[in-house]
């Protein structure tokens, strides 16, 4: 076999399909100085700012600089965006007579635009201040009696993402590195994704990358702009892995965590990754060594995050988030209830002690329920 005929074969046995997802991006220092341009090419002319209470005062900054096409504030965004929130804002962005929406801040702010979106069919320009990276999905949330349900739809994609890192440099420590957290967690699970490409395991390991090396800056100095840029920018590049790819089981335990014991978001994220990459890492070894180079060429890319989070001054057990042993149980019965993709085939023993080893805080391991060599 010819070296040619070899290349071609492997170029075979990589086959992918990879669709781009329609949206703009404008990413700078002072960028949101350009919303309204923003607003002009998509066509808008009554917009509703959507925020948390937290954010309020941004809020109300972005529809300043938006004057009379702005025709309200809704600072009442909250985590995993409870059914009768998303019908309350449903209901406000029909009265007000809006024909679309700006989300300013983090995964509930541009997760209850989407809510609005899949109702109303509204376009959504989102203004990220965390890493969350729901602004790069087509993915919604809602959460109905305690039970979280997500799903697709190209409606809910905003539009436009306008990407300023002077919004996130008030972002508090603390909150700054559990939402970096949870960026990287996108790409992780991307890495390993049944649908994984080419092109997303390089946005993957570079989003990695730059988060890993910025957050420890940002805990150094909070208001350093570069570490923040490099921060947004990881976070993009996670939250379009998030957008192209199929998620498995971290994400499946963190939903079942915030849905039934409304946990909070980015902490939870925060807590989970390292337990459930460690478990995944022996099946995913490609995955393995490209976390491996973006996190400076660690032997064990989960022990390392681990080891981040503590040296972040981050959570890193889901009893300090305010899950209980009695928990343990629900969550066993919500992640194992359906199938999903996953490296590694999993069963309640495994999610059961997986979630015990979380809880407690023990280092991760590949085998949880076994007694490690």
Not at 109 to 134: D, E, F, M, R, W
Request: hydrophobic letters at 40%; proline letters at 6%; glycine letters at 10%.
């Amino acid at each position: 076999m010819t070296a040619k005929t070899m290349h071609t074969q492997k170029t075979k046995d990589r086959g992918f399909t990879y669709q781009t997802l329609p949206m703009r991006v404008r990413f700078g220092i002072g960028s949101l100085a350009d919303l309204p341009a923003e607003l002009d090419a998509i066509g808008l002319k009554r917009v509703l700012v959507l925020c948390s209470p937290e954010q309020e005062a941004t809020g109300r900054e972005v529809a300043q600089a938006l004057g009379s096409r702005a025709v309200g504030v809704l600072p009442e965004a909250v985590m995993h965006v409870p059914a009768e929130a998303a019908q309350k804002a449903s209901d406000e962005a029909k009265r007000v007579g809006a024909d679309g929406c700006v989300a300013v801040g983090g995964g509930s702010a541009i997760g209850l635009g989407k809510a609005i979106a899949l109702n109303h069919s509204l376009p959504i320009i989102a203004v990220p201040t965390t890493y969350a990276g729901s602004e790069m999905t087509p993915v919604w949330g809602l959460t109905t009696d305690g039970r979280k349900e997500t799903g697709r739809d190209a409606r809910v994609l905003p539009r436009s993402v306008v990407y300023d890192p002077t919004l996130s440099a008030t972002l508090p420590v603390g909150m700054s590195v559990t939402s970096g957290i949870n960026a990287i967690a996108h790409a992780v699970e991307a890495l390993y994704a049944p649908d994984a490409t080419p092109i997303i395991s390089l946005m993957a390991e570079e989003g990695v990358r730059s988060l890993s090396g910025a957050l420890p800056k940002i805990v150094k100095d909070s208001a350093d702009l570069d570490a923040r840029s490099d921060a947004l920018y990881g976070s993009w590049l996670c939250g379009a892995c998030l957008g192209a790819t199929t998620m498995s089981l971290h994400h499946k335990l963190c939903h079942a965590l915030g849905g039934t014991l409304n946990l909070p978001h980015a902490q939870t994220h925060t807590v989970v990754l390292p337990y459930a990459l460690a478990f995944n890492q022996p099946a995913a070894p490609a995955a393995k060594a490209a976390l491996s180079r973006a996190l400076g060429g660690v032997e064990d890319p989960a022990l390392a995050l681990w080891n981040l989070t503590g040296e972040l001054g981050a959570p890193r057990t889901l009893a300090e988030l305010g899950m209980k042993e009695s928990d343990v149980e629900r969550i066993v019965e919500e992640v194992t209830g359906y199938s999903y993709g996953n490296p590694r085939p999993i069963d309640a023993a495994t999610v059961r002690a997986l979630l015990t080893d979380a809880l407690h805080g023990r280092a991760p391991r590949e085998n949880p329920g076994q007694e490690e060599d």
